[in-house]
């Protein structure tokens, strides 16, 4: 941490560091095991979620979670919600935000660690990257032999497969905004909007390259989650040094 905001100016001084390749080895225990159950619920919830049907009577979307933009309405399971009732979204980011805050104080970064999209994606795609080039050692191998048939063929594989993520990342979420049964058939068929196709193509981009080589630079120099964090604990290190000058 700088202690003079006037290094910012010091010539010398990098504020972006290119990224290095990391390794992680395949690790055993109860976390691990956490990691994975959580893995599977978080995924699992996002991917099969607009498939969930609800009964709401004629002339109204039987899909359970439903952001509908044309007829401007949003429908979770047993509620709506109109435009002009936005204040209940509102308090619910609200709760989430003040519920953030309270797990990060009490159990540190859990959310960072097991439950933001980028780590559950990113570690999803460390698992393929391992299933297919190895372990650790082997990846340090591969990443420095030259490029040859068996380099470029484990390569092509695990860009393919994290496309196929990609891909079917982007097409839950477009599910989201429209009744996932008809939207698959259109889209397959050429008769969906344009917009679909847009959607689909730029969140399977991101999730290519956010999960697949950025990785930790996301956390690092676009989140502002670990912004906020620090900026509280300096705020909270300051309230300490005035109760207790001699200790800090």
């Not at 504020?15 to 390794?23: Q, T």
């Not at 599977?40 to 509908?68: E, F, S």
Request: aromatic share 16%; hydrophobic share 45%.
């Amino acid at each position: 941490m700088m202690s003079n905001p006037k290094e910012i100016n010091d010539p010398e001084l990098k504020l972006y560091e290119a990224r290095k390749n990391v390794f992680p080895k395949a690790v055993n225990g109860t976390f691990r095991r956490l990691k994975w159950v959580i893995m599977a619920i978080t995924l699992g919830i996002y991917y099969i979620t607009p498939w969930i049907r609800w009964d709401r009577g004629p002339y109204a979307p039987n899909q359970a979670v439903l952001v509908d933009l044309a007829n401007r309405r949003f429908y979770m399971f047993g509620i709506e919600i109109w435009p002009h009732e936005f204040y209940y979204v509102a308090g619910m980011l609200v709760m989430a935000g003040i519920g953030l805050f309270l797990v990060t104080s009490a159990v540190g970064r859990a959310w960072c660690g097991y439950s933001c999209p980028q780590t559950v994606w990113t570690d999803l795609f460390q698992h393929v990257e391992r299933a297919i080039d190895g372990d650790r050692n082997a990846q340090f191998r591969l990443q420095e032999a030259p490029w040859g048939p068996k380099k470029i063929g484990k390569r092509m594989l695990k860009w393919s497969v994290w496309l196929f993520i990609g891909f079917w990342t982007g097409g839950a979420w477009i599910m989201y905004f429209a009744d996932a049964p008809t939207l698959v058939v259109d889209f397959w068929t050429g008769q969906a909007a344009f917009v679909a196709y847009a959607t689909v193509g730029v969140l399977t981009l991101t999730t290519f390259i956010f999960g697949g080589f950025m990785r930790e630079q996301v956390c690092i120099y676009m989140c502002p989650w670990p912004r906020i964090q620090q900026l509280w604990r300096l705020h909270r290190l300051q309230s300490m040094r005035r109760c207790l000058p001699d200790r800090y």
